[in-house]
């Protein structure tokens, strides 16, 4: 099947491609093309909880959430998903932001956050004394990065110009004020992207090429299907 090449319109950029600095409106619509959550939203549902990432998980205590994590995850770079990155997205080198002054975006949400521990390759235990918990880890900000590539990036600034994550798009270019360009992420778990090529521009931009415009993504079990 011959895959289509979607353009999107939007009225701004985002300021930054990393999920934890900031929530404005073009940061949110470009971070669910390129990482994903331990737990999602179903939209479709009243916005029940599903698997996004973990595969399933189950409380401890009023304080614990233990979680399975999905196996045979492939970021962007062909790395695989592993415990060590969750406790690294979710841990103060990653979650504090540049230079941890602890005043990034993702503290709206994860404030009550106490640490992840990490039991084996796939299994880790989220601590915090918070009922919502479970929805605190399906929330903006909530993303899982490769640590691998964070830590070869050497610095925010050079991490934030080529991030990697794990869902169906990867960032293929980017260019300030002009467009942030994404290609399908081929191994995604969820199964192959109909549509080939994404780019998100200013609309006089986006829709120049009168293509029709298009869900930017689709649910993985329903892709699996396509």
């Not at 959430?65 to 990653?94: C, I, N, Y």
């Not at 900000?141 to 110009?161: P, Y």
Request: some cysteine.
């Amino acid at each position: 099947m011959t895959r289509r090449r979607l353009k999107v319109g939007m009225s701004g950029f985002p300021r930054s491609l990393d999920p934890v600095l900031a929530t404005d409106t073009a940061i949110r619509r470009t971070m669910p093309q390129l990482f994903e959550t331990l737990i999602a939203f179903d939209h479709a549902h009243d916005m029940a909880l599903r698997p996004g990432l973990a595969e399933r998980w189950e409380r401890i205590n009023a304080q614990s959430l233990r979680l399975f994590l999905r196996k045979g995850v492939a970021f962007h770079d062909g790395t695989s998903l592993t415990a060590e990155d969750v406790a690294f997205s979710l841990g103060p080198d990653h979650l504090l932001g540049p230079r941890r002054p602890g005043m990034s975006q993702a503290l709206q949400c994860l404030d009550r956050l106490e640490k992840v521990e990490i039991v084996d390759p796939f299994i880790v235990i989220a601590k915090g004394g918070d009922a919502l918990l479970q929805q605190r880890l399906a929330a903006w900000g909530s993303e899982i990065v490769s640590q691998r590539a964070f830590v070869a990036a050497g610095s925010w600034e050079r991490w934030t110009t080529a991030p990697v994550g794990s869902d169906p798009y990867k960032l293929l270019d980017h260019k300030l004020d002009i467009r942030v360009s994404l290609a399908a992420h081929d191994s995604y778990w969820g199964g192959r992207s109909p549509v080939r090529w994404h780019r998100i521009a200013h609309p006089s931009r986006a829709f120049r090429a009168r293509e029709r415009p298009a869900r930017q993504r689709a649910d993985p079990e329903k892709r699996r299907s396509i």
